[in-house]
């Protein structure tokens, strides 16, 4: 144990003494580890944060919700020309499930529109994402307030002219001032504030933390503007199970009322799409996978590129002490002794670039979350495959300088050195 403390010792010191002696040149050839490991490290640091960020915006939502579309949110082998005929999501629809459904907590209607500019005084903010729903969605939605509610279902079902502001709307169109009870204008008509959602912070996917932006409004009112079957809008409903029970029974229970109310024939493929939220997650997190195995095969080649360049920073060290190896041998040092010297100070010297990359990483995130209000987490298991990485590339780079240098015959050595 003591020969390994001693011979680490030694092999920093000449890292040291390299990094002293031939600062560009060590320099240089450390960029292409430091490089590396920013990449990969600042890779998976991204994905990660984003990947925590997403799972985060879905834990307000059971991921047993159901979602009952006329377009498919994943892949399908319906052709798009015959997609494209499937009939809209109606608010009947939407009733009769509602009504014949078993084993549902909730059932929501949702239409999907354009965005809308909010005024309020002299105040107006532009491009605010409108959300009219129905009353179900502040449960489906586990939705918080900062003070006043949401629309209850008599508001609702009569398309009353109330809203709810997301937390940043409310703000930017009040500033300190309390907007309950307040009127803003919008769709050309007056709407009354009940309620402000309670400040959540950016969404990745547009769940959860989107609310802080948006406005909602009972969906009834567009019915009565653009009717059902206006092309500026389409329509989801949301379904909410119960716990515990046989999702499959119920999407089964869903296609075949749903078929019959619509009365699609026996033998006719659904012309709607049923999508699980638990689902949706599992195709973010291949994306996701997808992003990140991209993402280290591209940081690969920085590695190639760190990796020579340590390689020839040990050939040129075993050259220029040529007669220092021959000196230790000479005077009984073995070639293991010699071997794992060099093969040390490889890895110390990756390891130098390794931490220098880490911190670049750990800056950036910190300068990134300040900026954008996104948090960028270098997690410890990152910083732990940085370090191991620096020292496989150590390792790698420095085992052919390192095994030409333990094969010298020390009295060449002595005399090439001189």
Partial sequence: MLLYLRLLKESFAFAMNALRNNKLRTMLSLLGVTIGIFSIIAVLAAVDSLDRKIKADLSSLDKNTIYLTSMSFGPTDIPRWKRDQFPKVSYDEYQYLKSSL????????????????????????????????????????????SSGRFFNESESNSGKQVVVLGHDIAESLFGAVDPLGKSIRMYGQEFTIIGVTKKKGESAIGVGGGDDASAFLPSNFLRRIYGDNNPKVSAIIIIKPEKDIDIEALKGEITQKLRNFRGVKQGDIDNFFISVLSGFADLIDGAIGQVRVGGILISVLSFLVGGFGIANIMFVSVKER?????????????????????????????????????????????????????EFILGFNNIIIGTGLSAVVGLISGILPAISASKLDPVEAIRSGQ
């Fill in 102 to 145: 078993n084993n549902v907590e909730d059932v929501c209607f949702q239409y999907f529109t354009l965005n809308q500019t909010l005024k309020f005084e002299a105040n107006t903010v532009d491009n605010v994402n409108m959300v009219p729903v129905t009353s179900e969605f502040t449960d489906i939605q586990r939705m918080e307030f």
């Fill in 322 to 374: 040529t007669s220092l190896i021959g000196i230790q041998k000479s005077l009984g040092a073995k070639n293991k002794f010699i071997l794992l010297q060099f093969l040390f100070e490889a890895i110390i010297l990756c390891l130098i670039g390794g931490m220098i990359g880490l911190l670049i990483v750990w800056l950036l995130a910190m300068l990134m979350t300040n900026v954008l209000e996104f």
